[in-house]
């Protein structure tokens, strides 16, 4: 991973303005955000900045407006939330540069917080427009990036302006690389990764470079039965990506050749029906499954082998769920692996990182999230870092 700067590096900061790129991207139900996760991640950087004297603008993102003011997009709408968060009132700036914010500045006295509008209002944001990026730059002293879960996007806040001022990472991007690097950039071996979800296809760069990286690959959800499939197991009805068995088999034997052991459950839970607690729920061996029956879960045999897989590992890497666990009793071999590696992490002997909104659903669900030793809340970003891409905002900080 590249050095980067952080705010340790920062000198006396009274009176600059620090441009910080923070993730306000949040889930709104009835004009209120129902999930301030993101904020409260980036509260730490925020108030270090403002409490050292600094004039704090934030940049921020919401929806989708593609390059066009829409009303319902403003970043206004979560600056209630933010002020509830961070416990100060902030002003809010209907623009991103230009008269209006240098006004603005003019205004606000050291240590003051000021809301830019959503950046994604201008088309030169997501064209990351060196112009664009120039007419933002003009207003700060520094630049601040807290948001890794925008830092996959090569855009005018997230990359372009890290060329075009002194750049930093904020404590939560700080947290956020210091523990993917021990995951998997230079981590403790053996390493072992969970990857769930429903399709196969949706984590094809991810497989194909973790079976270079890792020792144990635990391969769970819909996943699983694709590569059961390759395997020459008939699963029944189960969710399963049976054009994609040539490439499950080339997975596998990139594996074998790479030393990366796959496991895959030979016990399994198994209904005619997808709903909680059917009468046709039984747990059976994966060659035993009816031409009826879908795959739901892992059975308790595996799921009990896989804990002791972790238990002869130092590190681990989680992304997905091991079966349909928004439904019970389906959710019972995530909540029981979550709960194993929970414990050896607090132990002491293995490293856990875990990301990715299904996977902080099921973690939370389990109860063990605290108990991991970090759970990043990006989706997108902390995927492309599983497929070994580089980052562009992560890039951009590089000393």
Same mark, same amino acid.
């Given at each position: 991973?590249?050095?980067?700067?952080?705010?340790?590096?920062?000198?006396?900061?009274?009176?600059?303005?620090?441009?910080?790129?923070?993730?306000?991207?949040?889930?709104? +139900?009835?004009?209120?955000?129902?999930?301030?996760?993101?904020?409260?991640?980036?509260?730490?950087? !925020?108030?270090?900045?403002?409490?050292?004297?600094? +004039?704090?603008?934030?940049?921020?993102?919401?929806?989708?407006?593609?390059?066009?003011?829409?009303?319902?997009?403003?970043?206004?709408?979560?600056?209630?939330?933010?002020?509830?968060?961070?416990?100060?009132?902030?002003?809010?700036?209907?623009?991103?540069?230009?008269?209006?914010?240098?006004?603005?500045?003019? !205004?606000?006295?050291?240590?003051?917080?000021?809301?830019?509008?959503?950046?994604?209002?201008?088309?030169?944001?997501?064209?990351?427009?060196?112009?664009?990026?120039?007419?933002?730059?003009?207003?700060?002293?520094?630049?601040?990036?807290?948001?890794?879960?925008?830092?996959?996007?090569?855009?005018?806040?997230?990359?372009?302006?890290?060329?075009?001022?002194?750049?930093?990472?904020?404590?939560?991007?700080?947290?956020?690389?210091?523990?993917?690097?021990?995951?998997?950039?230079?981590?403790?071996?053996?390493?072992?990764?969970?990857?769930?979800?429903?399709?196969?296809?949706?984590?094809?760069?991810?497989?194909?470079?973790?079976?270079?990286?890792?020792?144990?690959? !635990?391969?769970?959800?819909?996943?699983?039965?694709?590569?059961?499939?390759?395997?020459?197991?008939?699963?029944?009805?189960?969710?399963?990506?049976?054009?994609?068995?040539? &490439?499950?088999?080339?997975?596998?034997?990139?594996?074998?050749?790479?030393?990366? =052991?796959?496991?895959?459950?030979?016990?399994?839970?198994?209904?005619?029906?997808?709903?909680?607690?059917?009468?046709?729920?039984?747990?059976?061996?994966?060659?035993?499954?009816?031409?009826?029956?879908?795959?739901?879960? !892992?059975?308790?045999?595996?799921?009990?082998?896989?804990?002791?897989?972790?238990? &002869?590992?130092?590190?681990?890497?989680?992304?997905?769920?091991?079966?349909?666990?928004?439904?019970?009793?389906?959710? =019972?071999?995530?909540?029981?692996?979550?709960?194993?590696?929970?414990?050896? &992490?607090?132990?002491?002997?293995?490293?856990?990182?875990?990301?990715?909104?299904?996977?902080?659903?099921?973690?939370?669900?389990?109860?063990?999230?605290?108990?991991?030793?970090?759970?990043?809340?990006?989706?997108?970003?902390?995927?492309?870092?599983?497929?070994?891409?580089?980052?562009?905002?992560?890039?951009?900080?590089?000393?």
């Amino acid at each position: 991973m590249p050095e980067f700067k952080t705010l340790d590096d920062l000198g006396d900061v009274t009176g600059k303005v620090a441009l910080v790129r923070v993730d306000l991207n949040l889930p709104m +139900k009835d004009g209120s955000a129902t999930d301030v996760t993101r904020v409260e991640a980036s509260m730490p950087t !925020i108030l270090e900045l403002a409490d050292a004297g600094a +004039k704090v603008l934030l940049l921020a993102h919401f929806g989708r407006p593609k390059g066009e003011r829409h009303s319902t997009l403003s970043t206004s709408f979560v600056q209630g939330d933010v002020e509830r968060v961070l416990g100060r009132e902030i002003m809010f700036i209907s623009e991103v540069a230009g008269p209006v914010v240098e006004q603005s500045l003019s !205004i606000l006295r050291n240590g003051d917080i000021g809301l830019l509008d959503n950046v994604r209002f201008w088309p030169g944001e997501e064209a990351n427009d060196p112009d664009f990026a120039r007419a933002i730059a003009t207003l700060g002293d520094f630049y601040v990036n807290d948001a890794f879960s925008a830092a996959h996007r090569a855009h005018a806040s997230t990359e372009g302006l890290a060329h075009l001022l002194p750049a930093y990472a904020g404590r939560a991007m700080e947290k956020e690389l210091t523990a993917l690097d021990k995951a998997l950039g230079n981590p403790e071996t053996p390493v072992a990764a969970v990857v769930g979800g429903a399709k196969v296809s949706t984590k094809l760069d991810v497989l194909e470079n973790l079976v270079g990286r890792v020792q144990h690959l !635990i391969i769970g959800g819909g996943m699983a039965n694709t590569f059961l499939a390759a395997r020459g197991v008939d699963v029944g009805k189960s969710l399963c990506e049976h054009d994609l068995t040539a &490439t499950a088999n080339a997975i596998m034997d990139k594996a074998d050749h790479a030393g990366c =052991t796959i496991h895959l459950p030979y016990d399994v839970v198994v209904a005619t029906e997808f709903a909680a607690n059917p009468p046709s729920l039984r747990t059976c061996n994966v060659h035993e499954v009816g031409s009826d029956e879908m795959i739901l879960d !892992i059975g308790p045999q595996a799921t009990e082998a896989l804990a002791d897989v972790l238990k &002869t590992c130092r590190t681990l890497v989680w992304n997905g769920p091991l079966g349909a666990f928004e439904t019970e009793p389906f959710d =019972t071999a995530t909540v029981a692996l979550a709960k194993t590696a929970a414990a050896l &992490t607090q132990d002491g002997s293995l490293t856990s990182v875990a990301g990715g909104g299904d996977t902080v659903a099921a973690l939370n669900h389990a109860g063990v999230a605290d108990g991991f030793s970090y759970v990043s809340t990006a989706g997108g970003a902390f995927l492309e870092w599983m497929e070994g891409k580089e980052l562009p905002g992560v890039a951009a900080l590089a000393r």
